[in-house]
């Protein structure tokens, strides 16, 4: 009875902290000036934590294949920072994020596989 067990224990302590929930920071300023567009052009209505979150979100969960690194980092890493919300420049809207591999909730879905150890973005805001 214990060998069969054993595995099945095992296997729950390990995938435990791979699949926990998504942990979302907000570095601060990242909703300072630039740092955080407009909703509509020509408007002032800056994103909230709450639109961006949602945001992040949808796109992590749509499911549409994507080479995009911001996309691959959102579905790999349970640590994720955001350092820019919805932003424009001569790349599109997109909100700047960074994941590092180092932290604890990301060392088991070796995020460094999917970031370069800098900031990634994700289009589409």
Same mark, same amino acid.
């Given at each position: 009875?214990?060998?069969?067990?054993?595995?099945?224990?095992?296997?729950?302590?390990?995938?435990?902290?791979?699949?926990?929930?998504?942990?979302?920071?907000?570095?601060?300023?990242?909703?300072?000036?630039?740092?955080?567009?407009?909703?509509?052009?020509?408007?002032?209505?800056?994103?909230?934590?709450?639109?961006?979150?949602?945001?992040?979100? *949808? %796109?992590?969960?749509?499911?549409?294949?994507?080479?995009?690194?911001?996309? $691959?980092? !959102?579905? =790999? &890493?349970?640590?994720?920072?955001?350092?820019?919300?919805?932003?424009?420049?001569?790349? *599109? %809207?997109?909100?700047?994020?960074?994941?590092?591999?180092?932290?604890?909730? $990301?060392? !088991?879905? =070796? &995020?460094?596989?999917?970031?370069?150890?800098?900031?990634?973005?994700?289009?589409?805001?």
């Amino acid at each position: 009875m214990m060998k069969k067990v054993l595995p099945v224990l095992l296997a729950a302590l390990l995938c435990g902290p791979a699949m926990a929930a998504q942990e979302v920071v907000f570095k601060p300023g990242w909703d300072q000036g630039d740092n955080n567009d407009l909703n509509y052009p020509g408007g002032a209505r800056p994103y909230t934590k709450k639109q961006v979150e949602t945001f992040l979100k *949808g %796109r992590k969960d749509s499911g549409v294949t994507d080479t995009d690194t911001g996309i $691959n980092v !959102l579905r =790999a &890493c349970n640590h994720i920072e955001i350092q820019k919300g919805c932003h424009l420049d001569r790349d *599109g %809207r997109h909100v700047t994020i960074y994941a590092k591999g180092s932290h604890p909730k $990301n060392q !088991l879905l =070796a &995020c460094e596989k999917v970031n370069q150890g800098h900031a990634v973005h994700v289009y589409g805001c």
